[in-house]
């Protein structure tokens, strides 16, 4: 069974550009979730999205942005770049049942570089 | 708002003996789940091992076990028979059960030396 995906591995921007994140679930997943790793502030919930919907946004600006298609893939949008957004972005996936204890599985992240 | 805390921002240990990461929490939920994650050097992040809050017993899973203890609101890992692949970063997370809050709760991780 194929993991999580995610592309490109490394993006380089420079500042006041769009990033575009895309991300694969797990065959069968419908919850994608995004984080944000960042030097010295640890990984913090960015957007989750289940079912084409975003469901929960962390505190982060509006410029961070994505959506969820109809095979459950995901794109994590990043409009006017800043160099604090310079990170790893981490993609997971669950197979979200009510109620039901779920693993969130995750990708090998892209970095993206804002110069 | 829950936090997850890990007061020790790096260990070491020598191969074959155990080390124990420390993880403490603070939540208003009385129904949770709590995680390990090893994030090694090429970023994977990989579940280690899972709690459910309203089982008693602690969690095992081969040379990873945890000491959970709910009214302390602690959560440690403890790794047997360390291994040079141990070596890594380690993340405990917290999630809740409450509709819409799925989101993994990361403390500031653990870096995990191992010597040999």
């Known amino acids: 069974e194929a993991g999580v995906t995610q592309s490109p591995t490394h993006l380089i921007k420079t500042r006041g550009q769009q990033a575009t994140l895309r991300c694969s679930p797990i065959?069968?997943?419908?919850?994608v979730y995004w984080y944000q790793q960042a030097l010295g502030l640890g990984l913090q919930f960015l957007l989750w999205?289940?079912?084409?919907?975003?469901?929960n946004r962390g505190n982060f600006p509006p410029r961070f942005s994505g959506r969820q298609f109809p095979n459950y893939s995901s794109e994590l949008n990043v409009n006017a770049l800043e160099l604090e957004d310079s990170a790893l972005y981490l993609c997971?996936?669950?197979?979200?049942?009510?109620?039901?204890?779920?693993?969130?599985?995750f990708g090998p992240g892209t970095r993206l570089t804002v110069t | 708002a829950q936090t997850v805390t890990q007061s020790q921002p790096e260990m070491s240990v020598q191969e074959a003996e155990t080390v124990t990461l420390s993880c403490t929490y603070d939540?208003?939920?009385?129904?949770?789940?709590l995680f390990w994650y090893k994030q090694p050097p090429s970023r994977q992040m990989i579940l280690v091992i899972r709690q459910e809050a309203y089982k008693q017993q602690n969690a095992t899973e081969n040379r990873f076990s945890v000491n959970f203890q709910k009214a302390a609101k602690s959560f440690s890992l403890k790794i047997s028979d360390s291994q040079l692949g141990d070596a890594a970063m380690y993340f405990c997370a917290y999630r809740g059960i409450i509709q819409g809050a799925q989101k993994l709760v990361f403390g500031q991780g653990t870096r995990l030396t191992i010597n040999p």
């Open positions: 939540t208003s939920e009385s129904d949770y789940y």
């Open positions: 997971a996936s669950s197979a979200l049942t009510s109620g039901a204890r779920y693993e969130q599985y």
């Open positions: 065959s069968g997943h419908t919850s």
């Open positions: 999205y289940d079912e084409g919907e975003e469901r």
